[in-house]
């Protein structure tokens, strides 16, 4: 089961102005925007949110706490309320049509027809392999301060390193959340003399040696198990993901999502895309997670948003240059007609 409604809207035989691939806060945002716009929208989703996993969204004003299906139904159902298009699917492919056209496949064979291609397909969080770590993901194992800490406060934490001076990063700023804190280095290196300093003032225990599995009690995680059979207890646990750019189907538009650093730090992928969400192909813009994959979903709104804006410039653009042209040949016609009638007229 997934997180988007079973109910399919409309035709996916339908000329559209935009077609929006994903249905999360991205794509919802400038789809509703889009078709308050009177532009003639369609939202295609698969329903498979990077936040499925979590059970509420934070830092979202006026929404605080809800549960992401809640926000994504009600997207849904304004976007719908102004004229726009759900379409339940997944994209295979888009590539150009001709005349500046789009074409949108979807992986059970329908086809779209579009102006304009928003790509706001998100990330997926790729997590480290460590048995029993993937199971408790968005409940127990937290990447994020700022969606979580609240919520861990007052539990004993650990911190599990893939990389020496990011967990060092995530240990210190957890700490404003957290009092008991474990940081696990799991065999990458040994913290310099400063860093070990920072982290005593702060009250963080270090563990050294392999992590070998993350175990649960039945009611949730118990704590974390090290090669040498060391069994630690902890409630939550707090991991680096790297964020994986859901880009495949731009190809057929000469799209792809290039590496992300923070620093010297490989964080993911992203598809390169200016402000304003416009990419280097000429009527495709991307926005999102799928740009920006550190963005909160407050701030993914807020970049769907200001891209639907952008896609409704180009469009009232073209829209305007197009009348011009019409009146210009229709007055190139009357002209045309008038000179051949007026010796009737004489």
């Given amino acids: 089961m997934t997180m988007l409604d079973s109910e399919q809207d409309g035709t996916a035989a339908a000329e559209y102005d935009v077609v929006i691939v994903g249905g999360a806060a991205a794509g919802l945002s400038a789809g509703l925007a889009l078709s308050r716009a009177r532009r003639r929208v369609a939202v295609v989703d698969a329903g498979e949110p990077r936040n499925a996993a979590a059970g509420h969204i934070h830092n979202y004003l006026g929404r605080e706490g809800a549960a992401p299906g809640e926000l994504y139904a009600a997207g849904r159902e304004e976007v719908r309320s102004y004229g726009g298009t759900i379409i339940p699917g997944r994209t295979q492919n888009v590539e150009h049509r001709g005349s500046g056209m789009f074409r949108v496949i979807l992986e059970d064979g329908r086809t779209l027809s579009c102006r304009k291609i928003l790509a706001a397909s998100g990330a997926l969080d790729e997590l480290p392999a460590v048995p ?20 861990a406060g007052g539990k004993a934490l650990g911190v599990l390193a893939s990389n020496l001076d990011a967990a060092i990063h995530q240990a210190l700023m957890w700490r404003q959340w957290c009092a008991d804190i474990v940081l696990f280095l799991n065999g990458t290196g040994t913290p310099s003399d400063e860093q070990e ?46 964020l994986r750019a859901r880009d495949g189907y731009l190809a057929g538009v000469g799209l792809a999502a290039e590496d992300q650093y923070f620093g010297d730090l490989a964080i993911g992928t992203a598809v390169p895309a ?73």
Wanted: charged content about 15%; some cysteine.
């Fill in 197 to 242: 300093g920072q982290l005593a003032a702060r009250g963080i225990r270090i563990v050294d040696g392999p992590v070998t599995a993350v175990e649960g009690d039945g009611a949730g995680l118990a704590g974390v198990r090290l090669a040498s059979g060391e069994f630690v207890p902890r409630q939550a646990l707090v991991v680096m993901s790297k």
């Fill in 274 to 346: 200016e402000p304003s969400g416009a990419t280097s192909v000429p009527g495709v813009y991307a926005t999102g997670n799928l740009t920006s994959p550190m963005t909160q979903v407050i701030g993914a709104a807020a970049a769907g948003l200001a891209t639907a804006a952008a896609i409704n410039a180009e469009l009232i653009a073209e829209d305007t240059a197009a009348a011009v042209a019409a009146a210009r040949r229709e007055g190139l016609q009357d002209e045309a007609f008038g000179a051949e009638a007026g010796p009737l007229l004489r």
């Fill in 132 to 151: 029993g770590l993937s199971g408790f993901w968005g409940t127990d194992v937290l990447h994020c301060p700022y969606c979580h800490g609240w919520e």
